[in-house]
């Protein structure tokens, strides 16, 4: 096919690793491939080895998935969840950053953290303190929660939030956040003067003194400004309610779809949400869900997806779309979505959100699960191949990069880094190498948020003070 040229990018394709600290996400069954190094979460040095690892492919960012909670929708408990390993047991990971952050220089590191089970000041101390130990390379995934074992662990509200209130608590939220990032410490409040005895200049530090609906915070922020002061903002509403929430506060727009028309449909109407809101095309990037097998040979990838699917499990699957609380196994095989989907109860709505085809039934639901390919955005085969099939989905569903699904670690990291980066790099898809900065920049082009997202309204201005001295 035709390579388009490099000047009708304004960048780069984003790779990043889509990871969570737990046995399993999104590759059921697969631990149990011996050369598989994920059963090894727990161990620091597994980290480590992840991180350098996913630098020397040049991905932007290593990305981690979260969850607070056990799904305990199908098969009406948590059994299925727990003999899968589906997410559980997991460790923190906000915990992990700092170390792979000391083992790597360039490499971008991301952790999903929920608005809904904690203050907003404790959140923005923790990744102030992330962005300086990283030099500027973190970003946040902002969600909301939607597993109702969540909040039965957590018991600080009255009750689970309706999905709209779990955003409209998450608008607060961020409006703290930027306000303790943005606003509370002015660009040369720490002065270092030896001189004059001064670390600190007191009239360039400021409370907030926010009062809302959910939150209150006084501040000021403990943290003087951090190189990004805001992370990079990640985020996957699927919902109505959660797009238009990205369109005011991501920078980097994550979607899927289970058909390539629901996958063209997701972002259009992420881009669309962008527009909404006021805000430049240029300042998001709208990433997909995919998946890399890539080999030598064409027979060589297509022999390791064999090895995959042998092992692949449904129910891990089955179990991670039932989080919600609904249980497949209560229907027949021949009930279709859309009848469950109208007869409500607990997950019934979140069900809606997986974009299967009109008629879709519960058989074809169970049937599907365990099967590599049914997701669109799966390629196979030698680099060539696969940087065609990238080209071509780049292209067709207006994307600007991926976030890479991992079969197996770290073999699917080590293998897109050494066959399908070099192979983009040459076609002008992707940069072929760090270009220093923070994360923003190396994503996005700026090292601070742009000036038509929200966040920037509360950036206080640097004061011009005579004689101030930096030792």
């Not at 001064?198 to 907030?208: E, G, K, L, Q, S």
């Not at 009109?358 to 680099?383: K, Q, W, Y």
């Not at 976030?403 to 080590?414: G, H, K, S, Y």
């Not at 920037?456 to 001295?469: D, F, I, P, Q």
Request: hydrophobic share 40%.
């Amino acid at each position: 096919m035709t390579t388009t040229p490099p000047a009708k990018r304004r960048t780069h394709l984003s790779f990043n690793v889509l990871d969570m600290a737990a046995v399993s996400h999104n590759n059921y069954g697969l631990w149990r491939l011996p050369s598989n190094r994920k059963p090894h979460y727990t161990d620091l040095s597994y980290w480590i080895d992840h991180a350098r690892a996913a630098e020397r492919a040049l991905f932007d960012s290593v990305f981690f998935a979260d969850l607070i909670g056990v799904a305990a929708g199908y098969g009406g408990s948590n059994d299925v969840a727990l003999r899968e390993a589906m997410h559980v047991p997991n460790i923190d990971p906000v915990m992990i950053l700092s170390a792979m952050a000391a083992a790597t220089r360039h490499i971008g590191l991301g952790a999903t953290v929920s608005t809904t089970y904690e203050p907003p000041f404790a959140h923005a101390r923790r990744f102030s303190t992330l962005d300086h130990l990283t030099g500027g390379r973190v970003a946040w995934n902002i969600v909301t929660t939607y597993l109702p074992n969540a909040d039965e662990n957590y018991g600080v509200l009255p009750g689970q939030y309706a999905h709209d209130e779990r955003y409209d608590l998450a608008d607060e939220f961020m409006q703290v956040c930027y306000r303790l990032w943005e606003e509370s410490w002015e660009e040369n409040a720490v002065m270092r003067d030896r001189v004059n005895h001064i670390y600190t200049d007191p009239a360039r530090v400021h409370r907030i003194d926010h009062q809302g609906r959910y939150f209150s915070c006084a501040g000021p922020h403990l943290c003087e400004p951090s190189p990004q002061r805001t992370p990079v903002i990640f985020q996957a509403g699927s919902s109505g309610r959660g797009k238009s929430f990205a369109g005011q506060h991501a920078e980097v727009i994550f979607v899927g779809g289970r058909t390539w028309e629901a996958v063209k449909a997701n972002v259009a109407d992420a881009r669309a949400a962008v527009a909404a809101a006021g805000r430049r095309r240029e300042d998001v990037r709208v990433i997909s869900d995919s998946g890399f097998i890539v080999a030598r040979t064409d027979a060589e990838a297509r022999a390791r997806l064999a090895s995959y699917q042998e092992l692949s499990s449904a129910d891990g699957y089955l179990a991670h779309q039932s989080g919600a609380g609904l249980d497949l196994t209560r229907f027949s095989r021949e009930t279709t979505q859309e009848e469950i989907i109208s007869l409500g109860g607990p997950g019934a709505a979140h069900m809606s959100r997986y974009n299967y085809p009109a008629g879709t039934t519960v058989g074809e639901i169970m049937d599907r699960a365990l099967l590599l390919d049914r997701n669109p955005f799966l390629s196979v085969g030698c680099a060539e191949r696969v940087a065609d099939q990238v080209e071509e989905w780049v292209e067709t569903y207006d994307l600007d990069g991926f976030l890479c699904r991992q079969l197996e670690t770290d073999a699917t990291i080590r293998d897109i880094g050494d066959f399908l980066i070099p192979e983009l790099a040459r076609r002008g898809l992707h940069r072929g190498a760090y270009h220093g900065g923070t994360l923003r920049e190396q994503i996005l082009g700026t090292p601070r948020l742009a000036d038509t997202h929200p966040g920037s309204r509360y950036r206080m201005k640097a004061s011009n003070l005579a004689g101030e001295t930096r030792a």
